[in-house]
């Protein structure tokens, strides 16, 4: 069975709407990108179109690749301080002379809708989640849509990233799962991804996990994004586990709910701010 992400993030999109409608003033985000990586442009004009969509006044602020870490400081700051602004994110990857961690507390938790500030983290391994990142809350999304409870299974994350893995393992926990988080120092990563009633793929690895390494019937949901010959792919191999296993495809799933769940966070961020 194939676990689509679109209706998932229609849904998700069109509460948003009806959520910003409600509220009576637009949302104001601001999206901070550095240099030039393609992709990031892509996310970014992906962003800025669906907060369009959904009523988000988005601003994108476009900083040269040589942007000192304090430039960037002073324009968070800026952003922390301007009443229009609920939600602010910093585009990542940042190029390497910028220190990703020091940049991300320098942002407002209440106004962190990307939910990667160390107080978000640390408020949501503590159960009272305050932003929780878009990815691993998209996943979650999808899983109770298509009905998978976690309650008393057993999950396997890949991958132990701040942004994805490892809030993923604790919305997980959270969710009463019992869950085991493998990376790239795990031995025999198969005969851990087997056992799992619940598999989530978070690594840029094309085919990293194979038929052999899922259980029949686990729900796998493939965060993994990988250009391959110009197509994109995840890190399951696909056509082999589509018939053996409830599955997300790449794309077309997880990516699609990345955008929807970021939307989510900025009308939290406006509903909490005006209160
Ligand atoms: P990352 O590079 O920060 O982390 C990758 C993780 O994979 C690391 O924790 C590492 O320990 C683990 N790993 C590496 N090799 C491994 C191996 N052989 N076996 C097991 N684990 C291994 O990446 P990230 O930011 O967490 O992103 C992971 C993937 O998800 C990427 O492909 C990225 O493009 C994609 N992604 C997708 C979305 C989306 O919206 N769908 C959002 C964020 C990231």
């Known amino acids: 069975m194939i676990l689509e992400g679109k209706p998932v993030a229609e849904k998700i999109l069109k509460e948003v709407k ?6 009576g003033f637009s949302p104001g985000l601001a999206i901070v990108r550095i240099g030039e990586d393609p992709a990031s442009k892509t996310y970014v004009g992906t962003k800025l179109k669906r ?19 304090d430039e960037l400081i002073e324009l968070i700051h800026k952003l922390n301080n301007d009443p229009a602004v609920h939600g602010m ?10 220190d990703a961690n020091k940049i991300l507390e320098g942002i407002d938790p209440e106004k962190d809708v990307d939910g990667l500030h160390p107080y978000s983290l640390g408020r949501l391994v503590a159960g009272n989640p305050t932003f929780v990142p878009a990815t691993p ?14 309650s008393g299974k057993d999950a396997v994350v890949v991958g132990r990233s701040n942004m994805v893995g490892k809030p993923m393992a604790a919305l997980l926990v959270n969710s009463n799962s019992t869950v085991e988080i493998c990376h790239s120092r795990t031995q025999g990563l198969g005969a851990h991804t087997k056992r799992a009633e619940i598999l989530i793929v978070a690594v840029g690895k094309p085919k990293l996990i194979k038929e052999d390494m899922v259980r029949e019937g686990a729900a796998v949901i493939d965060v993994g994004i990988n250009r391959v010959e110009g197509k994109l ?15 997300t495809p790449v794309p077309g799933g997880v990516g699609k709910l990345t955008v929807a769940c970021l939307m989510k966070n900025v009308l939290k961020a406006a509903e909490e701010g005006k209160m």
């Open 89 to 98: 994110i910093v585009q990542l990857p940042l190029p390497p002379h910028l």
């Open 233 to 247: 792919v995840g890190d399951v191999d696909f056509e082999a586990l589509k018939d053996k296993a409830r599955i």
């Open 137 to 150: 809350q998209g996943v979650m999304e999808i899983l109770n849509y298509y009905e998978i409870d976690p």
């Open 18 to 23: 009806a959520g910003v409608e409600k509220l």
């Open 51 to 69: 907060a369009a969509d959904a009523g988000i006044t988005a601003r994108e602020h476009h900083l040269k690749e040589s942007t000192t870490g």
